[in-house]
C-alpha cells in the first residue's frame, strides 16, 4: 500500500507542476482563434464538426472493427514515439505523415490524417491537429479533459526510428519511453491510458489475433469501448482479455503489456485500477505525451473558450465611398449562463481616433444560432450597420444587458476588441470566375496605394497524405478612388483543388486583413461605384449607366450557364439558389463529388435525407436541417453546369442548388411489426438512443430493425 500512495502522491505533484494556476481569460485576437474553434465548436450554428469523425465513441466511418477514437490516440502516441528529449528532437511534429508503412502499420494512421487534412492552415499546423485529436478523441468516449497547447511546427521529413512494437523487450520499451521523457511508472500509465480504447487487428498483426478468431478480426483491450479503468481494473482482477496481455501473444512474445503492465511489480496498473486515479493519471500523462515537442518549440496556454468572442468581422466600402458596412456576429459562451437570461447584447464602440464621434456609437446584434462542444454552450449574436467612413471606428466593447436588468461589459482584458479600418477586403467585388481564377478587390485608406495578396495555397506531395501550405505574394494595382480609399484589385490563378480550400491575407503597410477563403466568394464579382445605394454581388449584372472613370467593371464567368429557375426533380421541391460555405457546411449529413454529378445523381445519393444541393458542378451536400447560417441567393449565382449534365446547374463556388423532400413520411418507412414515428432530431454529442450502434454501409430500414431486435424503438 506503501507503494501505491506515494505513486498517486507523485502523479498529483506532476499534475500541479503541469497545470498551475487557472488559465487567464484569453486577449483577442490570438493565435489560437482557429483552432479553439475546432476544439469548442462540434455542434450546431457555425459548427466546424472536427468532432464527428469520433461521435459517438465506438464509431468510425469505414465500419465494424474500426473505432476512429482509438486511432486518433495511437495516432498521436506513434508521431510522439520518436521524439528524444535528450536531442530536443522529434516528438509531436508531425513527421509521421512520412513515416506511413513499416513499424507504423495498418490503415488507421493514413485514414487519421486523411480526416485532419481539411483542417489545416496556416493558423493550425497538422501537429496541433494530432494534439488537438487526444482531446477530442478522449473527451467523446468520456474521458477526462486533456489541456492542448499550441505553437507546434510541423516537420519537413521523417523522423528517426524507434516506435515501440509488440516484440521489444522490457529493456528496450523502458530505453524508448525514457527518451521521451517517461519514465517506468508513467511508461505504464500512458501504454493503459492508450490501451484503454481500441484493439488489435488480425490483419496486422496476426501472432497477436490470429484471422478468424475474433469478430470482424478485431479483438478488444478489454470488455468496453469507453475511456475508462478497465484495461487495468481487468488486468489487476485476472479478468483481462488484452490480446496484448494473454492469448496467442504469449506463445509469441508479443505481449508487451503485460511485460509493460508488471514492469514494477505491478504497482502502477494496480492504482490505475481506482477509476479517479486513473482519469486524473491519463489527463496528465496524454498531456504530458503531447507536449514532447522539438527544441525551440514554444507552446502557449492551453486553448480556453472565449466566454465573448467576435466572430467573421468585416468592414465593407460601401458605393459612394461615404460608408463602411460594419457585419459579424459576437459569440457568447452560454454554459453557465443560458441564453434566455440575456435580454440584449449591443456592441459599444470608438470612431477610428479613439472618440465618440459616431452619433450613439452602439450597435445592436441579435440571436442568430447556437452551438456546443463537449462542455460548453454558445449564442451567436449578429449585426451589421452603416458607419460613416470618414470617422469609422477603432475598437468596440460587448454590453450584455440581462433579463434581470443587470449589465455586463466585455472590454477584451481592458484592451477593447481592435478594428482596423486602413485596409479593408471588398468581398461583394472579389470572386472566382472561370472556374480557377481569383479577383480580390480591396479598400485602402488614403495617402497609402500600395497592397499585397498573399495567399496560403495547398499544394498536393507525391505519395504524402497531407498537402504542403505554400504562400504566393502578388501585388495589387490601383484601380480608382473612392471617398477616402484608394481600390486596389489582384488576380491569381488557382488550381482547381485550391478553389475551396485557399486562404489569403491582405496587407498594405502595417495593417492588414486576415485570414480570409476563396471559398467563400461567388462567382460573379459586382461593381463599386462613385455614388447611389450600395452595391453587392447579388444585383450587379449591369453597369452600362455608371462612370466608367470611377467603377470596377462586372466580371463574368464565360464556362458557366443561366440557372433555371424551376428545376424540376421527382419528389423534391426545388428551394433555391443558397449561400454556403467551406467553412460552415450548411448541409452536414454526409456529402460527395465526382465527374458524373446531376440532379438524379444527387437526390439518389441524398435519400432518406430532408435536403440536398448541388454545388461547384460536381459536389452534392446532404442533410437533414441547416447546420450552419445560408441566405437565398440571386438565381445568377449558380450558374456552373453540372459535371454529368450540362444542360442543369451544379451552384457555384459557395453557392448551392438546394432541393428539399415534398414527402412527409419515407417510402421505406413500413416495416413489419414496428410503427413509423416520425423524422426526429438526434445529436453527435448527446444521441437520443444509446442502447446499441452500428454502423453498416449496407444499410437498409429492415436491416437496422434486425439488428435492433429487443429493442422498443430504433431509427437509423
Not at 461521435?55 to 474500426?66: D, K
Not at 480526416?115 to 488537438?132: G, K, Q
Not at 481487468?234 to 504469449?250: C, H, L, Q
Amino acid at each position: 500500500m506503501g507503494i501505491k500512495r506515494s505513486l498517486v502522491i507523485l502523479i498529483s505533484a506532476l499534475w500541479a507542476c503541469l497545470h498551475g494556476a487557472a488559465a487567464a481569460a484569453p486577449t483577442w485576437p490570438s493565435a489560437v482563434d482557429e483552432l479553439e474553434d475546432i476544439m469548442f465548436l462540434n455542434t450546431g450554428y457555425r459548427a466546424r464538426g472536427f468532432a464527428t469523425a469520433v461521435t459517438p465513441c465506438g464509431f468510425s466511418a469505414q465500419g465494424p472493427g474500426r473505432i476512429a477514437a482509438a486511432e486518433w490516440i495511437r495516432t498521436a502516441f506513434h508521431d510522439m514515439a520518436t521524439g528524444n528529449v535528450f536531442l530536443g528532437t522529434g516528438g509531436l511534429d508531425a513527421s509521421l505523415v512520412f513515416e506511413l508503412g513499416g513499424d507504423n502499420v495498418g490503415p488507421a494512421f493514413e485514414t487519421t490524417l486523411t480526416t485532419y487534412a481539411p483542417f489545416l492552415t496556416s493558423r493550425s499546423s497538422m501537429s496541433d491537429i494530432i494534439a488537438m485529436g487526444i482531446y477530442t478523441a478522449v473527451r467523446s468516449c468520456g474521458g477526462p479533459v486533456v489541456p492542448i497547447k499550441t505553437g507546434r511546427i510541423d516537420a519537413t521529413e521523417a523522423g528517426s526510428p524507434g516506435v515501440p512494437l509488440p516484440q521489444n523487450s522490457l529493456y528496450t520499451f523502458q530505453n524508448q519511453f525514457q527518451r521521451t521523457g517517461f519514465d517506468t511508472s508513467q511508461m505504464i500509465a500512458v501504454t493503459a491510458c492508450g490501451h484503454t480504447l481500441g484493439g488489435v487487428h488480425a490483419a496486422n498483426f496476426p501472432q497477436i489475433v490470429p484471422v478468424g478468431t475474433a469478430p470482424n478480426d478485431y479483438k478488444l483491450m478489454d470488455s468496453t469501448t469507453k475511456f475508462d479503468e478497465k484495461i487495468a481494473s481487468e488486468y489487476v482482477a485476472g479478468t483481462s482479455t488484452d490480446p496484448m496481455t494473454v492469448g496467442p501473444a504469449k506463445a509469441s512474445g508479443r505481449d508487451s503489456d503485460f511485460r509493460v503492465f508488471s514492469a514494477d511489480g505491478n504497482a502502477t496498473i494496480s492504482s490505475l485500477a481506482d477509476p479517479a486515479t486513473f482519469a486524473s493519471t491519463c489527463q496528465a500523462m496524454l498531456q504530458k505525451m503531447i507536449e514532447v515537442v522539438p527544441d525551440g518549440t514554444t507552446l502557449t496556454d492551453p486553448i480556453a473558450a472565449y466566454d465573448v468572442k467576435p466572430v467573421a468581422l468585416q468592414l465593407t466600402l460601401q458605393s459612394g465611398g461615404s460608408s463602411i458596412q460594419f457585419s459579424g456576429e459576437i459569440r457568447v459562451r452560454t454554459t453557465t449562463r443560458p441564453a434566455s437570461q440575456i435580454a440584449t447584447v449591443q456592441l459599444v464602440y470608438k470612431d477610428r481616433t479613439g472618440g465618440s464621434n459616431c452619433g450613439g456609437c452602439k450597435i445592436s446584434a441579435t440571436q442568430k444560432g447556437t452551438a456546443a462542444g463537449f462542455d460548453d454552450s454558445f449564442t451567436f449574436y449578429a449585426f451589421s450597420a452603416q458607419i460613416p467612413s470618414q470617422s469609422s471606428i477603432s475598437a468596440f466593447n460587448v454590453l450584455i444587458t440581462l433579463a434581470s436588468g443587470a449589465t455586463e461589459t466585455y472590454d477584451n482584458n481592458g484592451q477593447g476588441y481592435a478594428m482596423q479600418d486602413n485596409v479593408m477586403l471588398q468581398t461583394p467585388q472579389s470572386c472566382v470566375t472561370g472556374g480557377t481564377t481569383l479577383t480580390v478587390t480591396a479598400a485602402v485608406r488614403s495617402p497609402a496605394t500600395t497592397a499585397n495578396l498573399v495567399l496560403t495555397l495547398k499544394v498536393p506531395r507525391s505519395g504524402i497524405i497531407t498537402p504542403d501550405l505554400q504562400t504566393q505574394t502578388v501585388a495589387m494595382t490601383q484601380k480608382s478612388t473612392l471617398g477616402p480609399y484608394n481600390i486596389l484589385t489582384g488576380t491569381y490563378t488557382l488550381q482547381s483543388a485550391q478553389v475551396q480550400t485557399t486562404k489569403f491575407d491582405i496587407t498594405s503597410g502595417q495593417s492588414s486583413d486576415v485570414f480570409k477563403s476563396t471559398g467563400d466568394l461567388g462567382t460573379t464579382c459586382g461593381s463599386l461605384d462613385a455614388g447611389g445605394s450600395t452595391s453587392s454581388s447579388t444585383s450587379l449584372s449591369s453597369t452600362s449607366n455608371r462612370p466608367t472613370s470611377t467603377t470596377l467593371q462586372t466580371v463574368t464567368t464565360p464556362s458557366t450557364t443561366s440557372s433555371p429557375s424551376t428545376p424540376t426533380v421527382s419528389g423534391y421541391d426545388y428551394q433555391g439558389c443558397y449561400t454556403d460555405s467551406t467553412s460552415a457546411r450548411v448541409l452536414t449529413g454526409k456529402s460527395t463529388s465526382g465527374s458524373t454529378m446531376s440532379y438524379k445523381t444527387c437526390a439518389s445519393y441524398c435519400s432518406g435525407y430532408t435536403y440536398w444541393g448541388v454545388e461547384y458542378g460536381s459536389q452534392c451536400y446532404c442533410g437533414n436541417s441547416f447546420s450552419n447560417p445560408t441566405a437565398s441567393a440571386p438565381a445568377s449565382d449558380c450558374s456552373m453546369k453540372c459535371s454529368g449534365d450540362g444542360t442543369q446547374v451544379c451552384g457555384a463556388g459557395s453557392r448551392m442548388n438546394l432541393f428539399k423532400s415534398n414527402s412527409q413520411t419515407p417510402t421505406n418507412a413500413t416495416v413489419a411489426g414496428w410503427t413509423y414515428s416520425g423524422c426526429y432530431t438526434d445529436s453527435t454529442s448527446a444521441r437520443v438512443l444509446t442502447g446499441k450502434y452500428n454502423y453498416d454501409s449496407a444499410l437498409t430500414i429492415e436491416r437496422c430493425a434486425t439488428l435492433c431486435k429487443g429493442f422498443k424503438i430504433f431509427g437509423a
